[in-house]
């Protein structure tokens, strides 16, 4: 076993132990404590703050409105998400462009509940004049969300399961490649969010957290690409691999782009992202026809080319045993 091989071991073992671990009964208790804490720590906080109770220094950067805490909440949950999007990575690329899906559509529910922080009263109140805009910017990314959570159903069902590797040791190797990548990921998710809260708490600085880990994700499809193309070069699998990336740098785009805007071409990535599955889906069915047929054209020309070296120029068998000519 050579270094490389001894790397991807130690690696996948590393990876393996996590992914039991996240997916098991521990993990989700854990995940649950930690969402519910940090919804009631943060509404704790920011009425302690409303009432005064904080030093000058800590309340300048903590909100006085109640409806922040529902960001703070929607924020550890999308980070849990991104965790599970990254533990999927090394099981299948359709599913992890679906989750890049699901975590887009929550990023989108979240930036929709991120409007009531600008009603800062109770009862909410808004009219044409004042509000108006916050309620649309509502209305828009609740839409789109629910748009693209109605397109994943469709894009799932339409998925067609088939291995680009040709025997099980390539899998094996093709998978643990993919699982050093996800472990990169997770190294790199953590250390944006030490820095995100640092930022946050030191200089009361709120960075673009997930537009940023959007950008890492559109690396991370590329090399999956490429890594792939050892494995298998056929046309539909590298379009597919590569129409998936493409949609992962539509969703960037939307993250990053005007309001309104961001939330239709959001919604045309998750389309574009249906129509690459569906494409998939009936070119496969169709390009395995000429394959098959080179395949048994090449089986037939080996055979022949067999027979024909069992046999003699002058027709005679020349097979150890068999007569020769002139005896």
């Known amino acids: 076993m050579n270094v490389a091989e001894r790397s991807l071991r130690v690696n996948s073992r590393a990876f393996d132990a996590f992914e039991a671990w996240w997916e098991g009964k521990q993990a989700r208790r854990f995940v649950a ?53 990254i533990v999927g990575l090394a099981t299948s690329v359709a599913d992890t462009a679906g989750k890049q899906f699901e975590v887009f559509s929550l990023i989108l529910i979240r930036r929709s509940f991120k409007e009531l922080v600008k009603f800062e009263e109770e009862p909410i109140q808004w009219g044409f004049d004042a509000g108006r805009e916050a309620v649309q910017y509502l209305v828009v990314d609740a839409t789109a969300a629910l748009l693209i959570f109605l397109t994943l159903g469709v894009f799932y069902k339409l998925q067609r399961y088939q291995p680009i590797t040709q025997t099980e040791g390539e899998e094996h190797y093709f998978v643990a490649q993919k699982k050093v990548v996800a472990n990169l990921l997770l190294v790199i998710l953590f250390g944006m969010g030490v820095h995100a809260v640092f930022l946050l708490l030191v200089n009361g600085e709120s960075v673009p957290f997930f537009n940023a880990f959007y950008t890492i994700l559109i690396f991370s499809d590329v090399l999956i690409v490429l890594i792939s193309l050892r494995y298998s070069a056929t046309y539909h699998v590298v379009f597919r691999n590569s129409g998936f990336a493409a949609a992962t740098v539509m969703i960037r785009l939307a993250l990053s782009g005007p309001r309104y805007f961001g939330a239709v071409l959001g919604v045309g990535a998750a389309l574009f992202n249906l129509g690459v599955a569906a494409a998939y889906r009936y070119v496969v069915p169709a390009a395995q026809g000429p394959t098959e047929r080179n395949r048994e054209q090449k089986r037939r020309r080996g055979e022949r080319a067999e027979a024909d070296e069992e046999v003699s120029p002058d027709g005679v068998e020349t097979e150890e045993g068999s007569p020769t000519p002139g005896m």
């Open 33 to 85: 404590a930690v969402l519910v804490s940090g919804f009631l720590v943060s509404l704790a906080v920011i009425e302690l703050n409303r009432l005064g109770g904080l030093p000058s220094s800590v309340a300048t950067s903590v909100s006085t409105n109640h409806f922040k805490a529902i960001d703070v909440a929607f924020t550890l949950f999308l980070v849990v998400e991104l965790i599970g999007l």
